[in-house]
């Protein structure tokens, strides 16, 4: 069994940053990729970044590209979301998820575990 806990959410004006932190509980943590997802006030969830299980190879939506990036430490059983650059469009609850596949992972569905999200708020 794996908790997955998420924080560092809260109100940021455009053009700043946040960095959101996902703390796992397990063992096992370094044989789950993660991801990162959010949902935005009316609108479905979406992919937001991936990283694999060794944190080599890292997955993003193009909506991010060159804003955000993803780590993970695997001593610490934490995946972190580095946001630069914040638009109002990032406004939603960010969720941290846990797959044993990165293809199921970036899928979006089937996950193994999923927090239990951190609200990010950027004011125009």
């Known amino acids: 069994q794996v908790q997955l806990v998420e924080s560092g959410g809260g109100l940021v004006q455009a053009g700043g940053s946040l960095r959101l932190s996902c703390a796992a509980s397990g063992r096992t943590f370094s044989s789950y990729a993660m991801g990162w997802f959010r949902q935005a006030p009316g609108k479905e969830r979406e992919f937001v970044q991936a990283?694999?299980?060794?944190?080599?190879?890292?997955y993003y939506a193009d909506s991010v590209k060159g804003r955000f990036s993803i780590s993970r430490d695997n001593v610490k059983n934490t995946v972190s979301l580095q946001m630069n650059s914040l638009k109002p469009e990032d406004t939603a609850v960010y969720y941290c998820a846990a797959s044993k596949s990165m293809a199921t992972l970036r899928s979006g569905y089937g996950m193994d575990y999923w927090g239990k999200g951190t609200l990010v708020t950027v004011s125009s």
């Open positions: 990283i694999s299980g060794t944190g080599d190879v890292t």
